[in-house]
Structures are given as structure tokens and as C-alpha cells.
């Protein structure tokens, strides 16, 4: 299962890996490597807001009166077993993008890879999180604060999604922006005129999006830190 923790294990352990490397993650000058490094300073920026509001909208279902005791029976109901637990990690829409999970795995997947399953993450998001707020919008008693937080997720998705698109494309401007990412099909979950089935789409929804959200943390500045690093490595030979 991935979280944040596997990925910031092997941002750790990659700064003592690399450490033998010398050449650059990508082929850039260095001024091509100087602009990404302010797009990467910026994009941080937003994929920290991003995983944090992906945080906060979870805990405020949790707690507002509004959805917390079906969201407590779920989380009760899903703990039962590891099985259950699984199964709903399966169920998420982008489990198919597979960010690797182990040292060996990250090392044998490139810079331009990394960035690809950022932007493919981040485009399997967009369109149900602009269904998200207009399901939120329209149902009765969804309270303020939720609704703003999804529409602010929405919001830096689409920034961050920006930022990513435009340092793909000095990596590598062949990689087309609508190539093939997963495609989010629970629409009637979030619309079913059944209260329980509409809150578990509701909580499943939170909970990929939540977990999705900091994996893209993660990977944003890991990425980062690999342009860092090994900018570090460039000036040391010279
Ligand atoms: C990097 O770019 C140079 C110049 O365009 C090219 O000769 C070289 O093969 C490239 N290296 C890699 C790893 O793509
Ligand atoms: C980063 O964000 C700042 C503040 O919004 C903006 O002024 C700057 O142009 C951005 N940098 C890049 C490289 O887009």
C-alpha cells in the first residue's frame, strides 16, 4: 500500500544512492535546469496546500454532524478486516498508475516517469473534483466548510496541474498532456438519492483523494530534490 511514508523512506534513502551518480536526472542546460527549479519551488508550494486540504476535507466529514456518524460506521465497518481495507484501497481510480514502492523500482524509473504518473494523477482528478463541488453545491446541508475546501482542492488541482504540464514539456515536449490517464466512473455514487450510498461514495471519494494527494506531495518534492541534489553534484566537479 502506498502512503507517505514509504515515500519519504525513499526520498532518504535516494539522496545516499545518487550520491554516486554524476550525471544530471534529465538533459537540460542549465539554464533550462535553473526555470525548473523555480517551476519546482512553486509547484511544492501548491502540492503541500493540495495534501493538507486533501486532509483537512477528510477529518471535516469526520467530525461535521453532517456525514460524521456514517463516516465513523464505514471506518468502523472497514477496519473489521484487512481484506476490507484492501479492497477499498483497489477500488481507487488511480490505483492503476503505480508509483513504485520500493528503492529498486524508484531507481529504475526516470524522472520524465515520475513526472508522467504526477500529471496523470493529477488529471484523473479533475473532472471528479469538479463533479465533487457540484454534487457538494447542490445537496442539501452539505455544510460551507466542506464545500469551499473542495472547491479549493479543485482550484490548486487545476494550478498545480499547470506547473506540471509546463515542466513536462521542458523535459520532454513529446509527452502529450490528455495521453492516457484513468478515468473516475462513480458519478452515481455521489448522486444516488440514498443518503447511506451517497456518504460511502463521499467517503471512499475523501479517502482516495486524500491519499492520492499526498503520493503527489511526495513525489513533487522528491523530484525537487533529485534536480537539487544533483545540481549539487554538477558544481562540485567544477
Ligand atoms: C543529452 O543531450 C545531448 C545533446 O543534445 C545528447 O547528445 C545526449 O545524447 C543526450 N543524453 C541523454 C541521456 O539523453
Ligand atoms: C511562482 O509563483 C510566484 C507567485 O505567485 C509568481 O510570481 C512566479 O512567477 C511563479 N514562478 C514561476 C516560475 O512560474
Known sequence: MG???TFLMLL???LFLWENVSSAPINA???????????????TVISGKLAKLGTAMRKEFFINSFSSDMFNKFILDLHKSKEKIIK????CHTVPINVPETVEDARKTSFEDFLKMVLHTLLAWKDPLK??????????????????????????????????????SMVNPAVKENEDYPIWTDL??????DKETRLFGLYMFSFCLRMDLETVDSLVNFLQCLLLYDDVCYISQF
Open 88 to 91: 477499498a484501497f483497489n477500488s
Open 29 to 43: 542546460s542549465e539554464a533550462a535546469l535553473s526555470d525548473l527549479k523555480d517551476l519546482f519551488d512553486n509547484a
Open 188 to 193: 452515481d455514487s455521489l448522486q444516488a438519492s
Open 131 to 168: 463533479h465533487l463541488v457540484t454534487e457538494l453545491s447542490a445537496l442539501p446541508g452539505c455544510p460551507y466548510s466542506i464545500l469551499l475546501k473542495a472547491k479549493a482542492i479543485e482550484a490548486k488541482n487545476k494550478d498545480l496541474l499547470e506547473y506540471i504540464v509546463r515542466i513536462i
Open 12 to 14: 532518504v534513502s535516494n
Open 3 to 5: 502512503n507517505t511514508g
